[in-house]
């Protein structure tokens, strides 16, 4: 792609800021600072994958990696603000999943153990459990508050704090996996996705980037659930105050 090409794709921002104007949403000023925001932090990050790439250092991948996480714990946890240091089991969530899917891929050959491989996919699998963990605060709380009669009177009757609020985390576990595997299940009908759409268009064979889509999404399914179940077990406690009542 050119510069000129790439300048000219400002165009969409132009026109996502005319019908806010033009509907007073109110949200050109989210737009523009979004816009600005992804533009210099996906050049900020290939000049660095560029320098990681060249010098092969695990030290320099790990770091990276672990500024992910970082990052991704703290957006996600964002979600549970009311709740007590939730970015810890949020952080310890995202590191088990990372290290867990990835001992996984290079234990079975799966992949090279080279940054090409490691830092994109890393990525892609942190970003994905950063959704699920951020889906599954958000259905937290409502779920929490919807059910406080019923958590309350369970406690009430003598059950312990796992006991009753076992069915809100069932069903905020099961709320936060339903995008991943709706997008599963439309993948190739409805939407290419952007693995596989950025592989064919930079001249790769389309069944050779299906293939890599494929990895792709059932490391996602896999990477999903493990982050919804752990962060449900790590965090669950956190709803309840010392006294093992649920949280105003």
Request: aromatic share 8%; with cysteine.
């Amino acid at each position: 792609m050119s510069d000129w090409a790439l300048w000219l794709t400002l165009v969409f921002v132009l026109i996502a800021v005319l019908l806010s104007l033009w509907q007073r949403i109110g949200l050109e000023r989210e737009i523009v600072i979004s816009t600005a925001r992804t533009a210099v932090q996906l050049f900020a990050i290939g000049y660095v994958l560029q320098f990681v790439f060249h010098t092969d250092h695990p030290a320099l991948i790990l770091l990276l990696i672990l500024m992910m996480i970082g990052v991704a714990s703290w957006n996600a946890a964002r979600r549970g603000k009311d709740l007590p240091a939730v970015i810890w089991p949020v952080a310890v969530t995202l590191s088990a999943t990372e290290l867990f899917t990835m001992a996984l891929l290079l234990g079975l050959r799966i992949i090279a153990p080279t940054p090409q491989y490691l830092v994109p996919l890393s990525g892609m699998i942190i970003g994905n459990s950063m959704i699920v963990c951020g889906l599954f605060l958000s259905h937290m709380k409502r779920e929490v508050e919807a059910s406080r009669g019923e958590i309350e009177t369970l406690l009430c009757l003598g059950a312990n704090i796992r006991q009753a609020i076992q069915d809100v985390l069932k069903r905020s576990v099961k709320s936060s996996l339903i995008p991943t595997f709706d997008t599963m299940k439309t993948l190739g009908l409805v939407q290419l996705p952007g693995t596989m759409t950025g592989m064919i268009i930079a001249g790769a064979n389309p069944l050779e980037a299906v293939r890599y889509q494929i990895l792709i999404m059932f490391t996602f399914s896999a990477s999903a659930v493990v982050s919804a179940v752990l962060l449900s077990l790590l965090s669950y406690k956190r709803w309840f105050t010392d006294q093992k009542m649920l949280r105003g």
